[in-house]
Protein backbone atom coordinates (compact mmCIF):
# COMPACT_ATOMS: atom_id res chain seq x y z
CA UNK A 1 0.00 0.00 0.00
CA UNK A 2 1.04 3.45 -0.97
CA UNK A 3 2.36 5.49 1.88
CA UNK A 4 1.36 8.84 -0.07
CA UNK A 5 -0.75 11.29 1.79
CA UNK A 6 -3.11 12.81 -0.31
CA UNK A 7 -4.53 15.68 0.98
CA UNK A 8 -8.22 17.38 -0.27
CA UNK A 9 -8.50 20.82 1.00
CA UNK A 10 -6.12 23.46 1.35
CA UNK A 11 -7.50 25.35 3.69
CA UNK A 12 -6.65 26.05 6.98
CA UNK A 13 -5.97 22.91 8.71
CA UNK A 14 -5.35 21.11 5.45
CA UNK A 15 -2.54 23.26 4.90
CA UNK A 16 -1.35 22.87 8.63
CA UNK A 17 -1.19 19.18 8.30
CA UNK A 18 0.52 19.32 4.38
CA UNK A 19 3.15 21.37 5.77
CA UNK A 20 3.94 19.51 9.22
CA UNK A 21 3.86 16.17 7.12
CA UNK A 22 5.94 17.23 4.11
CA UNK A 23 8.58 18.77 6.83
CA UNK A 24 8.99 15.28 8.05
CA UNK A 25 9.81 13.54 4.96
CA UNK A 26 6.62 12.20 4.62
CA UNK A 27 5.02 11.68 0.71
CA UNK A 28 2.38 14.24 0.52
CA UNK A 29 0.20 14.97 -2.56
CA UNK A 30 -2.23 18.08 -2.80
CA UNK A 31 -5.61 17.02 -4.54
CA UNK A 32 -7.47 20.76 -6.09
CA UNK A 33 -10.27 21.49 -6.77
CA UNK A 34 -9.92 22.33 -10.77
CA UNK A 35 -6.93 23.02 -13.52
CA UNK A 36 -7.15 27.01 -12.66
CA UNK A 37 -6.44 26.21 -9.16
CA UNK A 38 -3.45 23.62 -10.20
CA UNK A 39 -2.40 26.95 -12.34
CA UNK A 40 -2.83 29.16 -9.19
CA UNK A 41 -0.64 27.07 -6.82
CA UNK A 42 1.82 25.84 -9.50
CA UNK A 43 2.35 29.35 -9.94
CA UNK A 44 2.89 30.32 -6.05
CA UNK A 45 5.27 27.58 -6.21
CA UNK A 46 3.69 25.57 -3.05
CA UNK A 47 2.40 26.03 -0.19
CA UNK A 48 3.92 28.91 3.20
CA UNK A 49 3.64 27.66 6.71
CA UNK A 50 3.83 30.58 9.82
CA UNK A 51 4.56 30.03 12.92
CA UNK A 52 5.44 33.02 14.89
CA UNK A 53 7.74 35.01 12.44
CA UNK A 54 9.50 32.51 10.77
CA UNK A 55 7.77 31.72 7.30
CA UNK A 56 8.68 28.38 5.44
CA UNK A 57 8.21 27.13 2.09
CA UNK A 58 7.00 23.61 0.98
CA UNK A 59 7.05 22.59 -2.75
CA UNK A 60 4.43 20.20 -2.18
CA UNK A 61 3.52 18.30 -5.33
CA UNK A 62 -0.34 18.96 -6.40
CA UNK A 63 -2.66 17.47 -9.13
CA UNK A 64 -6.51 17.45 -9.36
CA UNK A 65 -9.42 14.94 -8.62
CA UNK A 66 -8.89 14.30 -12.57
CA UNK A 67 -5.52 12.72 -12.38
CA UNK A 68 -4.49 9.10 -12.50
CA UNK A 69 -3.68 6.87 -10.11
CA UNK A 70 -5.14 5.18 -7.15
CA UNK A 71 -5.44 6.80 -3.89
CA UNK A 72 -4.76 4.45 -0.14
CA UNK A 73 -4.80 7.00 2.39
CA UNK A 74 -6.73 10.42 1.93
CA UNK A 75 -7.31 13.55 4.18
CA UNK A 76 -10.37 14.75 3.37
CA UNK A 77 -9.73 18.25 5.03
CA UNK A 78 -12.92 20.75 3.01
CA UNK A 79 -15.81 22.13 4.51
CA UNK A 80 -18.51 19.35 5.70
CA UNK A 81 -20.53 20.55 3.00
CA UNK A 82 -17.68 19.67 0.52
CA UNK A 83 -17.28 16.49 1.87
CA UNK A 84 -19.58 13.69 0.47
CA UNK A 85 -19.47 16.05 -3.11
CA UNK A 86 -15.71 16.39 -3.11
CA UNK A 87 -15.75 12.56 -2.21
CA UNK A 88 -17.62 11.70 -4.95
CA UNK A 89 -15.21 12.68 -7.77
CA UNK A 90 -12.37 11.27 -6.38
CA UNK A 91 -14.21 7.90 -5.36
CA UNK A 92 -12.94 5.67 -8.89
CA UNK A 93 -9.46 6.35 -7.57
CA UNK A 94 -9.97 5.14 -3.97
CA UNK A 95 -7.98 1.63 -3.54
CA UNK A 96 -9.82 -1.45 -2.17
CA UNK A 97 -9.02 -0.46 1.79
CA UNK A 98 -8.07 2.85 1.07
CA UNK A 99 -8.54 4.66 4.31
CA UNK A 100 -9.96 8.20 4.99
CA UNK A 101 -8.86 10.77 7.91
CA UNK A 102 -12.17 12.98 7.62
CA UNK A 103 -11.36 16.56 9.26
CA UNK A 104 -15.01 17.87 9.32
CA UNK A 105 -16.44 19.96 11.92
CA UNK A 106 -20.35 18.63 13.18
CA UNK A 107 -21.70 15.80 12.48
CA UNK A 108 -24.09 14.45 9.45
CA UNK A 109 -21.09 15.00 6.81
CA UNK A 110 -18.90 11.61 8.41
CA UNK A 111 -21.65 9.14 7.42
CA UNK A 112 -22.59 11.17 4.03
CA UNK A 113 -18.83 10.40 3.24
CA UNK A 114 -19.03 6.87 4.53
CA UNK A 115 -22.23 5.04 3.08
CA UNK A 116 -20.07 6.63 -0.84
CA UNK A 117 -16.88 3.98 0.11
CA UNK A 118 -18.28 0.77 1.82
CA UNK A 119 -15.06 -0.08 0.20
CA UNK A 120 -12.57 2.31 2.22
CA UNK A 121 -12.18 2.85 6.12
CA UNK A 122 -13.29 6.28 7.27
CA UNK A 123 -11.69 7.56 10.22
CA UNK A 124 -12.84 10.10 11.96
CA UNK A 125 -11.31 13.27 13.65
CA UNK A 126 -11.91 16.13 16.21
CA UNK A 127 -9.42 18.79 15.74
CA UNK A 128 -8.88 21.97 18.76
CA UNK A 129 -6.05 23.01 16.73
CA UNK A 130 -6.20 26.66 15.12
CA UNK A 131 -4.86 27.85 12.10
CA UNK A 132 -5.99 30.41 9.43
CA UNK A 133 -4.68 31.49 5.88
CA UNK A 134 -3.66 34.41 5.00
CA UNK A 135 -4.10 34.71 1.84
CA UNK A 136 -4.03 32.09 -0.90
CA UNK A 137 -1.15 29.27 -0.09
CA UNK A 138 -0.21 30.92 3.02
CA UNK A 139 -1.65 29.71 6.19
CA UNK A 140 -0.26 30.60 9.94
CA UNK A 141 -0.30 28.06 12.54
CA UNK A 142 -2.82 30.26 15.29
CA UNK A 143 -2.93 28.13 17.88
CA UNK A 144 -1.89 24.93 19.88
CA UNK A 145 -4.45 22.43 20.05
CA UNK A 146 -5.09 18.38 19.86
CA UNK A 147 -6.09 15.81 17.66
CA UNK A 148 -7.94 12.68 17.96
CA UNK A 149 -9.25 10.27 15.68
CA UNK A 150 -10.78 6.79 16.08
CA UNK A 151 -12.75 4.70 13.63
CA UNK A 152 -16.43 3.70 15.06
CA UNK A 153 -16.59 0.40 13.45
CA UNK A 154 -13.09 -1.13 14.03
CA UNK A 155 -10.90 0.08 17.23
CA UNK A 156 -7.52 -1.03 15.10
CA UNK A 157 -4.70 1.67 15.34
CA UNK A 158 -3.54 2.29 11.85
CA UNK A 159 -0.36 1.50 10.34
CA UNK A 160 0.60 4.86 9.33
CA UNK A 161 -0.37 6.44 12.99
CA UNK A 162 3.46 7.69 14.10
CA UNK A 163 3.43 9.70 11.05
CA UNK A 164 1.37 11.92 12.83
CA UNK A 165 3.85 12.15 16.05
CA UNK A 166 7.01 12.41 14.01
CA UNK A 167 5.82 15.38 11.66
CA UNK A 168 4.95 17.33 15.58
CA UNK A 169 1.25 16.17 14.88
CA UNK A 170 -0.25 15.99 18.25
CA UNK A 171 -3.01 13.29 17.86
CA UNK A 172 -4.07 10.66 19.96
CA UNK A 173 -6.21 7.02 19.14
CA UNK A 174 -9.71 7.20 20.68
CA UNK A 175 -12.06 4.27 21.14
CA UNK A 176 -14.90 7.34 21.83
CA UNK A 177 -14.23 9.39 18.58
CA UNK A 178 -18.15 9.56 18.65
CA UNK A 179 -17.91 11.39 22.49
CA UNK A 180 -15.40 13.64 21.32
CA UNK A 181 -17.20 14.84 18.34
CA UNK A 182 -20.24 14.93 20.07
CA UNK A 183 -19.02 17.17 22.97
CA UNK A 184 -17.22 19.67 20.24
CA UNK A 185 -20.23 19.80 18.27
CA UNK A 186 -22.68 21.37 21.57
CA UNK A 187 -19.21 23.36 21.98
CA UNK A 188 -19.67 24.93 18.18
CA UNK A 189 -23.47 25.34 19.13
CA UNK A 190 -23.30 27.07 22.40
CA UNK A 191 -20.61 29.76 20.78
CA UNK A 192 -20.66 29.94 17.15
CA UNK A 193 -24.31 30.93 15.98
CA UNK A 194 -24.47 33.24 19.41
CA UNK A 195 -20.64 35.51 17.76
CA UNK A 196 -22.68 35.80 14.36
CA UNK A 197 -25.94 36.91 15.98
CA UNK A 198 -24.19 39.34 18.52
CA UNK A 199 -21.43 40.69 16.17
CA UNK A 200 -18.38 39.88 18.53
CA UNK A 201 -15.53 37.98 18.95
CA UNK A 202 -15.65 34.76 21.63
CA UNK A 203 -15.09 37.49 24.62
CA UNK A 204 -17.98 39.61 23.82
CA UNK A 205 -20.09 36.38 25.18
CA UNK A 206 -18.90 37.04 28.43
CA UNK A 207 -21.67 39.74 28.17
CA UNK A 208 -24.47 37.07 27.39
CA UNK A 209 -23.46 34.27 30.00
CA UNK A 210 -27.13 33.99 30.79
CA UNK A 211 -27.82 33.25 27.21
CA UNK A 212 -24.94 30.75 26.87
CA UNK A 213 -25.94 28.57 30.28
CA UNK A 214 -29.59 28.21 28.76
CA UNK A 215 -28.41 27.13 25.65
CA UNK A 216 -25.85 24.72 27.36
CA UNK A 217 -28.12 23.12 29.63
CA UNK A 218 -30.48 22.09 26.49
CA UNK A 219 -27.53 20.88 24.80
CA UNK A 220 -26.66 18.10 28.14
CA UNK A 221 -29.60 17.30 27.84
CA UNK A 222 -29.70 16.26 24.14
CA UNK A 223 -26.52 14.57 24.81
CA UNK A 224 -28.10 12.76 27.16
CA UNK A 225 -31.00 11.72 25.00
CA UNK A 226 -28.43 10.67 22.74
CA UNK A 227 -26.43 8.28 24.25
CA UNK A 228 -24.07 10.51 24.81
CA UNK A 229 -23.82 11.59 28.73
CA UNK A 230 -19.74 11.68 29.08
CA UNK A 231 -20.10 14.83 26.36
CA UNK A 232 -22.86 16.52 28.42
CA UNK A 233 -20.60 16.74 31.92
CA UNK A 234 -19.92 20.01 32.86
CA UNK A 235 -20.43 21.13 29.69
CA UNK A 236 -21.21 24.99 30.20
CA UNK A 237 -17.79 25.11 32.89
CA UNK A 238 -16.17 23.62 29.56
CA UNK A 239 -18.15 26.39 27.20
CA UNK A 240 -16.89 29.11 29.58
CA UNK A 241 -13.28 28.01 29.62
CA UNK A 242 -13.36 27.87 25.82
CA UNK A 243 -14.92 31.34 25.60
CA UNK A 244 -12.06 32.57 28.22
CA UNK A 245 -9.07 30.87 26.74
CA UNK A 246 -9.83 31.87 22.69
CA UNK A 247 -11.38 35.23 24.38
CA UNK A 248 -9.69 37.36 21.11
CA UNK A 249 -10.39 35.18 18.69
CA UNK A 250 -13.36 35.09 16.37
CA UNK A 251 -15.32 31.20 15.49
CA UNK A 252 -15.06 29.68 12.45
CA UNK A 253 -18.40 30.45 11.76
CA UNK A 254 -18.14 34.58 12.37
CA UNK A 255 -15.59 34.24 10.02
CA UNK A 256 -17.30 32.44 7.28
CA UNK A 257 -20.29 34.86 7.61
CA UNK A 258 -17.61 38.09 7.51
CA UNK A 259 -16.24 36.88 4.42
CA UNK A 260 -19.46 36.07 2.56
CA UNK A 261 -19.37 32.29 2.83
CA UNK A 262 -21.69 29.10 3.46
CA UNK A 263 -21.61 28.65 7.03
CA UNK A 264 -21.56 24.76 8.29
CA UNK A 265 -24.75 25.41 9.85
CA UNK A 266 -26.28 21.92 8.63
CA UNK A 267 -23.77 20.17 10.57
CA UNK A 268 -23.24 21.97 13.54
CA UNK A 269 -26.99 23.72 15.19
CA UNK A 270 -28.82 22.02 12.29
CA UNK A 271 -27.74 18.64 13.06
CA UNK A 272 -28.01 19.05 16.92
CA UNK A 273 -31.77 20.66 16.18
CA UNK A 274 -32.87 17.26 13.70
CA UNK A 275 -31.30 14.92 16.38
CA UNK A 276 -33.87 16.45 19.22
CA UNK A 277 -36.82 16.03 16.74
CA UNK A 278 -35.70 12.48 15.91
CA UNK A 279 -36.10 12.07 19.88
CA UNK A 280 -38.98 13.61 20.54
CA UNK A 281 -37.67 16.10 22.86
CA UNK A 282 -38.50 20.28 22.69
CA UNK A 283 -35.67 21.65 22.55
CA UNK A 284 -36.79 25.67 22.58
CA UNK A 285 -33.75 27.58 22.86
CA UNK A 286 -31.91 25.82 20.52
CA UNK A 287 -34.97 26.15 18.26
CA UNK A 288 -35.07 29.52 18.35
CA UNK A 289 -31.76 30.04 17.70
CA UNK A 290 -31.66 28.27 14.64
CA UNK A 291 -34.05 30.20 13.27
CA UNK A 292 -32.38 33.43 14.56
CA UNK A 293 -29.34 32.08 12.36
CA UNK A 294 -31.75 31.12 9.55
CA UNK A 295 -33.28 34.84 9.23
CA UNK A 296 -29.55 36.27 9.87
CA UNK A 297 -27.68 34.82 6.96
CA UNK A 298 -30.75 35.21 4.40
CA UNK A 299 -30.87 38.76 5.09
CA UNK A 300 -27.57 38.35 4.41
CA UNK A 301 -28.01 37.21 1.00
CA UNK A 302 -26.12 33.80 2.32
CA UNK A 303 -26.88 30.09 2.29
CA UNK A 304 -29.06 29.15 5.16
CA UNK A 305 -28.97 25.22 4.43
Not at 54 to 65: M, N, R, S, V
Request: hydrophobic share 45%; glycine share 8%.
Amino acid sequence: MSSTWHILGAGSLGSLWACRLARAGKAVRLILRDPQRLAAYQAAGGLTLLEQDQATHFAIPAETAASGGPIHRLLLACKAYDAAPALARLAPRLADGAELVLLQNGLGSQDEVAEQVPHARCIFASSTEGAFREDDWRVRFAGHGFNWLGDPLNSGLPDWFDDLHEAGIPAEWTVDILTRLWRKLALNCAINPLTVLHDCHNGGLLEHLGEVDALCAELAELLRRCGQPEAAEDLGEEVQRVILATAANYSSMYQDVRHARRTELHYLLGHACRAAARHGLALPRLEQLRRRLVENLQARGLPSD
